[in-house]
T-cell receptor
């Protein structure tokens, strides 16, 4: 089954404790993205990757890191999480930027 | 920079037709997409318009006017399951990153 998976689905952590949210797709897509979704603000892109070893900032990259060492994986790293990073996070992939994006199920992160 | 505007809420009754508008300002234009998101779920792709005109997919249609920087999603024969949030989205930054509108919450009443 073609899908995007994210782990964990839910995470409660404390300020400053490094965490990684994994994202994996099995569709051989080149384009992958991370978004955060907050009430009233829609989906905002954090980082995107056009291909392996090619990543760039989206609209809200501060406090986040990503890597793309393999085509299928695109982890999101919060090295020192803060309460303002409490949000719902989605990973997405697509064959190309212009094509439909397939979203993972989401990760609800709470930073206390 | 980029910005997209959508109405925040729309309400309609079952069987009716509803139109959700989207206006955009982007650095270059590469197409307008629409996504649906049910409460607690992930966004799912509905349609994509790169050229002016109407694209029809079953009960849903999407329209684009590049000269007006405007598009809309048309939902016909509304069903209760269409109650969801709808987002328009465009590639920006000369086609590099992706920007979503704030979303329109559609409530379908019996």
């Amino acid at each position: 089954e073609a899908q995007v998976t994210q782990n964990p689905r839910y995470l409660i952590t404390v300020t400053g404790k490094k965490l990684t949210v994994t994202c994996s797709q099995n569709m051989n897509h080149e384009y992958m993205s991370w978004y955060r979704q907050d009430p009233g603000l829609g989906l905002r892109q954090i980082y995107y990757s056009m291909n392996v070893e090619v990543t760039d900032k989206g609209d809200v990259p501060e406090g986040y890191k990503v890597s793309r060492k393999e085509k299928r994986n695109f982890p999101l790293i919060l090295e020192s999480p803060s309460p303002n990073q409490t949000s719902l996070y989605f990973c997405a992939s697509s064959p190309d930027r212009d094509y439909e994006q397939y979203f993972g199920p989401g990760t609800r992160l709470t930073v206390t | 920079g980029q910005s997209l505007e959508q109405p925040s809420e729309v309400t309609a009754v079952e069987g009716a037709i509803v139109q959700i508008n989207c206006t955009y300002q982007t650095s270059g234009f590469y197409g307008l997409s629409w996504y649906q998101q049910h409460d607690g779920g992930a966004p799912t792709f509905l349609s994509y318009n790169a050229l002016d005109g109407l694209e029809e997919t079953g009960r849903f249609s999407s329209f684009l006017s590049r000269s007006d920087s405007y598009g809309y999603l048309l939902l016909q024969e509304l069903q209760m399951k269409d109650s969801a949030s709808y987002f328009c989205a465009v590639p920006d930054n000369y086609g590099q990153n992706f920007v979503f509108g704030p979303g329109t919450r559609l409530s379908v009443l019996p």
